[in-house]
């Protein structure tokens, strides 16, 4: 499996907005056939860090990912609306295995 971890600072005052566009990437994200799981974490301290966890069959699911109407939109909707440009870290799941 493929796994990427997203860190996120959103803007003050921009994180209703912000969630508001990436549930609906979520959404589109979670109908998508090579998708496991995409979860959409807030830090318990700081409302404006946000994290995307996403788990892919394999790293082709998550390129093919990142070329659908949804997230292409979610993209650039949400560039203006961060504190700093999103840090994605990409990792292969050892465990458990098969991840399911």
Not at 41 to 54: G, I, K, M, Q
Not at 70 to 99: C, G, N
């Amino acid at each position: 499996m493929y796994a990427v971890f997203v860190r996120i600072r959103i803007t003050s005052g921009q994180a209703a907005r912000f969630l508001e566009l990436t549930a609906a990437n979520h959404r589109g994200t979670r109908a998508e056939a090579g998708n496991l799981r995409f979860d959409v974490l807030r830090d318990a301290t700081d409302p404006e860090r946000c994290f995307l966890y996403e788990v892919y069959r394999d790293e082709a699911a998550f390129k093919a990912h990142q070329q659908t109407p949804h997230y292409l939109a979610w993209k650039e909707a949400v560039a203006p609306l961060m504190a700093e440009p999103r840090q994605a870290e990409r990792m292969h799941s050892l465990l458990p295995d098969p991840w399911n």
